[in-house]
């Protein structure tokens, strides 16, 4: 079985794909980029996200996994095979992104006390 996992950060979806074998989940790279760049273009995403992988690659930075195998349902309905990041790999982007912008998206990620989640769990301590 397997389980898909979609959460928002500023309005857009981050897809996320639950990995029984290694027991994590694994988040669209493009979703990720579009989401810190605040991009509603797939496409320029998709673009952004080639030269940055690029680039880091270069930079001895190395953050796909091996396994592109992992399908997220596209914008049209259908299924395809897309770069995908885990937890560390996510947070390794965050602090090598060119500029400071990945820094408020790694902070929702982490589920620190200013994400909803954060928030909720505040109230329910409080209570």
Request: hydrophobic share 35%; with cysteine.
């Amino acid at each position: 079985m397997t389980k898909i996992s979609i959460r928002f950060y500023n309005d857009r979806e981050v897809r996320a794909i639950w990995d029984e074998e290694n027991s994590k989940w694994w988040f669209s790279a493009i979703d990720i980029i579009r989401a810190i760049n605040e991009e509603t273009d797939y496409v320029k995403a998709g673009n952004y996200w080639r030269w940055l992988k690029k680039k880091l690659t270069a930079d001895g930075v190395q953050l796909v996994s091996v396994t592109h195998d992992f399908k997220f349902e596209a914008p049209d309905g259908k299924k395809r095979a897309a770069d995908a990041l885990d937890n560390e790999c996510v947070q390794i982007l965050a602090k090598h992104y060119p500029n400071n912008k990945a820094n408020e998206f790694l902070d929702w990620f982490t589920y620190s006390d200013n994400t909803i989640d954060g928030q909720s769990r505040k109230k329910a301590y409080t209570l």
